[in-house]
């Protein structure tokens, strides 16, 4: 019993430090709504052991947020011991830093796709999706707009061309997300508020791509070649191309919302259009591949699968259909 019902006390946890967070007035309880956050969501990553490097796992972030936690404590105990305006753009900036840290943002983000490697498909929702919520509203409250322009810049177009090389399903979702984090604070450094509505957007996409992965028990892109259920896997492609941006779909409409607020600025309009289609690129690869190459022609191998049933295929087309309303929107 107890087993049973210690998931759902960090799920608790997990959901009240984040509420926490986003209706706090002082610096005090949003700080203290971050370590109640990592500290429970770190007995998550090690309770459906489906993976081997957990444990692992859940080291490195343990590490990587407690020193981005600690450079965050430092600079606000001394943006209040000695405030003078020289010191505070610079602790504006540690400060900065330490929540891109923890946001996964590069070129501080190569502990996102390695924890990414060790987590199941469950854990690696909730560190794609709601783990990003505590702290993007707590950068959105304070932050250097050129120093976060340059690092979303930076982030758009490395986790578009880190993605091109992998093969790990969870690798390619983990690159996906930092190129996707760099539109949201571009958004984020115009001053506008839509990057709320490019996240809710995200947060929908990586749930479907997730649960599907999830449903199906597919990590590696070599297993996709040897799926059977044509229609099953149209449905995932289709949601893998939501999440690069392809027209018309819903992932496309969170792109229009970043065309709306950087319309101004054609050089970085210019870079984030240049990253988006990186990112496609390499989707649309998995797909036209998978679908081309025969089962014959492909590499021999073991792949297991787990038993598709009528409630999962019902699930993942509703979702799938849901994701679809943008087209539906333009031919009427």
Avoid at 16 to 28: A, H, R
Avoid at 84 to 94: D, K, T
Avoid at 277 to 282: D, E, G, K, S
Wanted: proline letters at 3%; one cysteine or more.
């Amino acid at each position: 019993m107890n087993i049973l019902l210690s998931p759902f006390i960090y799920v608790f946890f997990l959901t009240s430090s984040t509420l926490m967070v986003i209706s706090s007035s002082s610096f005090f309880s949003i700080w203290l709504g971050l370590e109640l956050n990592i500290l429970s969501f770190i007995p998550m990553m090690n309770f459906p052991s489906e993976t081997k490097k957990a444990g692992e796992a859940s080291i490195k972030y343990f590490l990587i947020q407690s020193i981005a936690s600690s450079i965050i404590l430092f600079s606000a105990i001394w943006f209040f011991l000695y405030n003078s305006s020289a010191l505070m753009s610079f602790l504006n900036l540690m400060m900065t830093t330490a929540l891109c840290t923890k946001l996964g943002l590069a070129p501080f983000h190569a502990w996102f796709p390695e924890v990414m490697e060790g987590l199941s498909w469950i854990n690696s929702l909730i560190l794609m999706t709601w783990q990003k919520i505590s702290p993007m509203v707590t950068l959105s409250l304070f932050y250097n707009s050129t120093f976060i322009l340059m690092l979303a810049l930076t982030s758009a177009l490395v986790g578009a061309i880190s993605g091109l090389n992998q093969t790990s399903l969870r690798k390619i979702l983990a690159f996906s997300s930092v190129s996707h984090m760099g539109w949201m604070l571009t958004m984020m450094s115009f001053n506008s508020s839509l990057w709320i509505n490019y996240l809710l957007i995200y947060f929908f996409l990586s749930f479907i791509s997730c649960i599907s992965f999830w449903f199906f028990n597919l990590n590696f892109l070599s297993q996709l070649f040897f799926f059977k259920d044509s229609s099953v896997k149209t449905l995932v492609f289709l949601n893998l191309l939501s999440m690069g941006g392809m027209p018309p779909l819903l992932g496309f409409l969170a792109k229009m919302y970043g065309f709306l607020v950087i319309s101004k600025s054609l050089p970085v309009l210019m870079v984030l259009i240049f990253s988006s289609l990186i990112t496609l690129f390499f989707y649309t690869r998995i797909c036209l591949s998978c679908f081309t190459l025969s089962q014959e022609n492909s590499i021999s191998t073991k792949v297991s699968f787990k038993k598709s049933n009528m409630v999962a295929n019902s699930l993942l087309m509703i979702l799938s259909v849901v994701g679809l309303v943008p087209i539906c929107i333009l031919v009427y």
